[in-house]
């Protein structure tokens, strides 16, 4: 006996299904048809009464170009992806451990890698009739070298649904650094510095400290400028779509008014016919009206001609 219900969950574990095949499939839509992709679908789920998976539809955003490449590449190239994904665990894990001959190797491999992916990001796209401009592929490389450096960017990519480019730390996480290990020799007694020596040391420390400085607020502006030139590639695409759906619209009004002056048309003649018509039905009347007053009187003349040559007729004999 089929338990109570039992249908319905299976209906509500398809449709589910179904609304994560839409969403994989507008992630791997070129951005120009993401959009009108996007509101095709979700009608077709509210027509099917299916008003929260229309939600979910709706709410899913247009890619960047570099950020739909990105996702073309993880969905065309599994096998790579999963090998790079383990790359970056690999990475990661060297950082932590500060395995210095196992980090020069892997570090020696990103470049090559995500140099190679890039470039497949970039014909995968150009097959798909999309070209990357040199920007778009930097862009492009900036989430790849995210997904090496960070397990949650890595997630995120390996889903397939990435709506913008990711950004990499700037440097790879590390652990807490383990303890310095113990010296087996006697260090040597330091011999104290000339004040002239230390006076060098701490120019040198506090220039050091200041490229440091200005190299983390030239990489922080950096970042900064990346996520505002995004905005505003975002902003200018809402704008062009918003611009495609008005003309559209106007089109599709244009059309319609053209069909309602032809309507019209069509009726002012047909209101032209019935008045016509109704003018020689009235005309036509008259006409009957008038013939019949005629025959009226031809029928009296003619009784009256009777009664004549009846008398006439009567009086000869």
């Known amino acids: 006996m089929q338990p109570k219900g039992g249908h319905r969950r299976d209906t509500d574990g398809r449709d589910a299904e179904a609304v994560e095949q839409v969403l994989d499939e507008l992630y791997a839509t070129p951005p120009s048809a993401f959009v009108s992709r996007r509101e095709e679908r979700a009608a077709a789920a509210r027509t099917a009464g299916r008003k929260e998976d229309a939600r979910r539809i709706h709410a899913a955003r247009r890619p960047t170009l570099a950020a739909w490449a990105a996702n073309l590449l993880t969905r065309s190239r599994p096998e790579e992806t999963r090998r790079f994904l383990e790359l ?7 950082h932590r451990t500060l395995d210095a001959a196992g980090l020069k190797e892997l570090s020696a491999q990103r470049r090559r890698i995500v140099a190679a992916l890039s470039r497949q990001a970039a014909q995968l796209a150009g097959e ?7 920007a778009a592929q930097r862009e492009v490389e900036s989430t790849l070298r995210a997904v090496l ?8 990519w390996a889903g397939g649904r990435l709506e913008v480019s990711l950004t990499p730390p700037s440097a790879f996480p ?39 400085k200005r190299r983390e607020e ?19 695409a809402e704008q062009a779509e918003a611009r495609e ?13 053209e069909t309602v002056a032809a309507a ?18 009235r005309e036509a009347e008259e006409r009957g009206r008038t013939a019949a007053d005629a025959v009226a009187g031809a029928e009296r003349e003619a009784r009256a001609s009777a009664r004549r040559v009846d008398r006439l007729a009567d009086r000869d004999r």
Request: cysteine-free.
């Open 128 to 134: 798909a009739g999309q070209r990357l401009s040199q």
């Open 245 to 257: 759906s008005f003309r559209r619209a106007d089109d599709e009004l244009g059309r319609v008014r």
């Open 264 to 281: 019209e048309e069509r009726l002012r003649a047909a209101h032209e016919d019935l008045e016509r018509a109704e003018r020689e039905r």
């Open 218 to 236: 030239r990489e922080q502006a950096e970042q900064e400028a990346e996520r505002a030139e995004r905005h505003l590639r975002d902003a200018r």
């Open 88 to 94: 970056g665990q690999a990475l990661r894990e060297a």
């Open 174 to 212: 590390s652990g807490t650094a383990p303890p310095e290990p113990a010296r087996t020799e006697p260090r040597p007694t330091a011999r104290p510095k000339s004040p002239r020596t230390a006076s060098g040391t701490r120019a040198k420390d506090e220039l050091a400290e200041r490229r440091r």
């Open 149 to 156: 450096a960070d397990p949650d960017a890595a997630g995120r």
